[in-house]
């Protein structure tokens, strides 16, 4: 059974600094996602990740995949206000399909000023 | 809005009674997908359509529930005899099979039984 973990669950930081979230997972996938969720709405989108050695950013966001140590990371860079959201990976099942996703428990991310 | 849309928002019910929820995926997506998350958890796969078939159920579809997805448009999802342990937000997601095959949600449905 495919399990996922994040760490940390919660993590408050202050505007400015730096912070990375693991995902780490017990199955070979060679597909990983990104979700944020704000509180009481659903998941957005954020990154796919293919392959190993993946790395995609956008804006302060940046996720890595490492397929051979089964982790991802999601690297915050100069945090502001606006990313304070809870932030899930998922990881496919099957390889080659997306499918049934299997998601950490969250990340539930606050910025301070 | 082209996205995945998802009714009622909201449901109260009393238990043991049924409940139907309904989600529109996006037009051209082929593949339509049913999660539930419950309070500081992530979403939990259900089930999962292609087209009109349902391809894989899971282990916590009990057979109190039901999901169709009739000429692979919209599909819904049937609670019988609902109990307060499903109580939760049903999450919806629609995906076109690809490479970078992503899952876009909709935004849920939450079921509230007394």
């Known amino acids: 059974e495919l399990k996922v973990e994040q760490n940390p669950l919660f993590l408050s930081m202050q505007e400015g600094k730096n912070y990375t979230i693991y995902c780490n997972y017990s199955t070979t996938s060679d597909r990983l996602y990104w979700y944020r969720q704000d509180p009481g709405k659903s998941l957005e989108s954020l990154f796919v990740l293919l392959s190993n050695g993946a790395v995609k950013q956008e804006g302060r966001l940046m996720a890595s995949l490492d397929t051979k140590a089964r982790l991802s990371t999601l690297h915050i860079t100069a945090a502001v206000h606006d990313l304070s959201a809870t932030y899930f990976c998922?990881?496919?099942?099957?390889?080659?399909?997306?499918?049934?996703?299997?998601f950490g428990s969250g990340t539930q991310l606050t910025v301070l000023p | 809005d082209t996205g995945v849309s998802q009714d009622p928002r909201h449901k109260i019910t009393k238990r043991g009674q049924n409940v139907t929820f309904r989600c529109d995926p996006i037009s051209e997506h082929n593949r339509l997908y049913w999660y539930r998350q419950t309070l500081g958890q992530g979403p939990e796969f259900l089930t999962y359509?292609?087209?009109?078939?349902?391809?894989?159920k899971s282990r916590l579809l009990s057979d109190r529930f039901s999901a169709e997805r009739p000429k692979g448009s919209f599909s819904t999802l049937e609670i019988q005899r609902t109990e307060q342990g499903d109580s939760a937000m049903y999450l919806c997601?629609?995906?076109?099979?690809?490479?970078?095959?992503?899952?876009?949600f909709g935004p849920g449905t939450r079921l509230l039984v007394l």
């Open positions: 359509f292609q087209n009109e078939a349902q391809l894989e």
């Open positions: 998922a990881v496919a099942a099957s390889s080659g399909s997306a499918r049934q996703l299997t």
């Open positions: 997601a629609s995906s076109l099979w690809g490479f970078a095959e992503t899952q876009y």
